[in-house]
């Protein structure tokens, strides 16, 4: 399984807690991890202020407060940061437009180094999502995070206040405030956040899963 709320599901269906592996749902580490390597440098630098979401464009991802929280907070804050979305979805028709946030459909895996280049801090907003393998693609990247509760994955990936910050899902007002904390901080503090949630990466790998398959046999 997964992680905790996928194990605790297992026992309900009668398997004993001996015979139940987490760890199973790893992101390809490797590819992302080389994405914070080669561009750990330059955000050493010169942080971007930017939000990414990456998912599809759908109501359980929350995309809608998201879109509408970055607005509000661009006029109640006056701020240099903008917010790139990446996915597609049956939404798609209906984004929200805003000279600060940008729009760019599906990315394949591989082509990510140039938006890993120059955004800064990932965003998951969802109102649903049991697990959310892109969280551990982008603590892989060395991305500050700002995720809700609903995301599974966060249990393992993210610790509140050290790599980034867990908010109550389908909250407007959480993702604004969430979002004026990353804001507000410096460079120092963003880029201690980036190395913490590298070393959160580390928990679960495609090579874990397969040392805990190999001890079955």
Partial sequence: MPGKKQQLFAEKL???NERILTGFYSCNRSLFHSYYINNK?????????VFLFVGRYIQAKGVFNLWN?????ESEYKNDWELWCVGTGDEWINRLKHPKIKH?????PDDFD???QKSGVYILPSEFEPWGVSLHEFVSAGYPVLVTDEVGSSEVFVKDGVNGYVIKAGSKHSIKEGMKKFMKMNKKELLLMSEESVS???KISPEIWVDKLISLL
């Fill in 200 to 202: 959160l990466s580390e």
């Fill in 104 to 108: 760019f459909g599906f990315v394949q």
């Fill in 69 to 73: 929280a970055f607005i509000e907070l």
């Fill in 41 to 49: 440098e330059n955000k050493s630098s010169n942080f971007p202020k």
């Fill in 114 to 116: 140039s938006l890993i």
């Fill in 14 to 16: 009668g398997y004993s």
